[in-house]
DNA sequence: CTAAGTGCAAATCTTTTGCAACTTA
DNA sequence: TAAGTTGCAAAAGATTTGCACTTAG
């Protein structure tokens, strides 16, 4: 995983540098918990060196250009990450309280609600799904 | 629309105030295209009087706790509001070029995908299916 | 009249950026 | 050594808050 992510970047000509590997140590070690930026820099102060929030931020935005972490926004103004290896279409399942999520690739919402959900004793209390794209009158502009 | 909401905000104790007719005014008049707070202050002062944004914010978080408000966060740090008035569990359909959003109220996914997305003519190019609640763990803790 | 609401200015919070100094390949 | 990366400080952008003044009921 480490090992996987830092050839990915290292084929792609970035270079790896300590503190690009402790980053994306704290996302392994997280699992598959959410974290925040400003979680990241948490972790890291805690468990190894400091390292600037700044640099956290651009080594985020780079690890999902490259595809390995993926950004999901709640609704409390903090964009919170995790680790996303598979290319597979797949969605998440997100605990309000701890923070940990779950990948579940069975899309369809019907299946979630009923029981794919209380198969793994989550409680939903909500969901929010968004479905981005154009609409027929943008889709039409866009072919002109 | 507009005097419904008016009635149910005096009915809970809330005065009406020019500035929350106004504000209630520019959101009806959008109809369902998502509003950010900035576009709800714009709107405002290009068709009737000036309004502050503070006056927005404080105005659509009282909106949102009277359940006639909805909030959309997308990806992009600015959160948008629409108008929401049925009880009925629902979704959005929102174009990403032009705002505009739709209600529907199918909602396994898959039905979504296939025939009703195509059906209106709406191109999905990504969907974001979040589902909150408590894990296994969690739900354990709170009962006992 | 008085509790609720508004405007203004300042504060907060998250995220981004410019730049000089420092590393990696 | 050169291009990429980092830390620091400052900026930016969205949202929130304190407070004196105003207004709806």
Redesign the pocket.
């Known amino acids: 995983m480490q090992d996987s992510i830092e050839h990915k970047?290292?084929s792609q000509?970035?270079?790896?540098?300590?503190?690009?590997k402790t980053?994306i140590k704290a996302f392994v070690k997280a699992k598959n918990h959410l974290l925040?930026?400003?979680k990241v820099y948490e972790w890291i102060k805690e468990h190894e060196?400091?390292?600037?929030?700044?640099?956290?931020?651009?080594?985020?935005?780079?690890m999902m250009n490259i595809g390995v972490l993926k950004k999901i926004?709640l609704d409390n103004?903090?964009?919170q990450y995790k680790l996303s290896v598979t290319n597979e279409h797949h969605h998440h399942i997100v605990c309000v309280s701890c923070g940990k999520s779950e990948i579940f690739k069975e899309c369809p919402v019907s299946l979630i609600e009923k029981s794919l959900i209380n198969k793994i004793g989550f409680t939903p209390i909500e969901h929010k799904l968004e479905i981005l794209g154009y609409c027929q009158e943008c889709t039409r502009k866009s072919r002109e």
Chains 1, 2 share one sequence.
Request: proline residues 0%; charged residues 30%; aromatic residues 6%.
């Open positions: 970047l290292k000509g970035y270079k790896i540098t300590a503190q690009r980053i925040s930026a400003e060196r400091n390292i600037d929030l700044s640099t956290i931020y651009r080594n985020i935005e780079l926004s103004h903090v964009d």
